[in-house]
């Protein structure tokens, strides 16, 4: 038993990445926006029917990106939910935003749709909603109250790829949506994201800021006879050796996601009832909702037997990991934050653990995680 060793993650390798790559490198053209970008970007049009999408070089950059083109200034407000990766808040803050955090559903990590509207003010610009594990946000809630209140809803769809709310893709309901392609994501390369703009007015100065504030990719299209400075923006953009590699991984897409939720059930039934016994929470999926396989987590009862169960699994050689620490209470925020107390949120940061997920765990390894786990109940005493 000794020697097993089972990661938290490990980035899935199809067998075509290098072949793409090796090709991008010999079209002589690797620099961005080429025949692999532009395939990818067809991919995901196609596939979910978002209006425009410009690949990035990170989730973070797309939601950079969202913030620009949010016209985000300093003094407004934008609602993120405590309870997520720090880019979602930090890419508002980088344009001067003052974030109103929110709290957690008591069911699940993502944002308390039913606390959204009291955070609203006349400063409120925007929305950043979280859809945690790939699990939709309820967003016809969220929707609503954009309309009515006229602000921009962004969502932060890094783990969302192939999920969906009452029928629709993640990422095609907001005005706009990152995605990520981070290697402990579904979908990989390396490091790598996704802008998808669905509403159509912030298309075109999308692909300005995209393209370092210039009207280049008009030009690369033909539309221009000559291109130039023309808003702020960045070079956001990635490499065709990162597009070459993530066509390689979209190619597998479906493949991918039946495996990925494959395992996800596995988990499922092979520790619900122990959970039910341990009072330790299961994810809950809402009927609205889709399951994309991202990630397997659970609540435990409280952090000592959260801990103990990371501690337990690692003498066994198997690595789960505990997720994010409430961004309000973060050594950057803490000092600013003048907001309620964020119960939920702190509770997920403590008692929240995720298990080894990933495309190539074997089904065996899934029954001795599973078995492992049902070993600490005995560790604890009988009672945990
Ligand atoms: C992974 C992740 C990000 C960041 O993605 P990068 O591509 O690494 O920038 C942002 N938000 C959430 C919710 C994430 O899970």
Redo the contacts with the bound molecule.
Sequence with gaps: MGSIKIPFNRPYLTGKETYYIEQAVKSGKISGNGMFTQKCQKYFEEKYGFKKTLLT???????EMAAILGNIQTGDEVIVPSY?????ALAFVRQGAKIIFADSRQDHPGIDEDKIEKLITPKTKAIVV???AGVACDMDKVMFLANKYNFLVVE?A??SIDSFYNGKPLGSIGHLA?????E??NINSG???LLAVNDARFIKRAEIIWEKGTNRAEFFRGEVNKYGWEDIGSSFLPSEIIAAYLWAQLENLDKIQQRRIEIWHQYFRGLNEWAIKNEVNLPAIPDYATNNGHMFYMVCKSTDQRDQIIRHLEENGVYAVSHYLSLHKSNFYRSRYIGDDLMRADKYTECLLRLPFFYELKHEEIELIINTIKEVKQILGGNA
């Design positions: 070089t990170s989730c973070t950059d797309a939601l997520t990766f720090v880019s979602s979280v859809h945690y932060d890094a783990q990152a995605f990520s392609f981070h402990t994501k490091e790598g994201g």
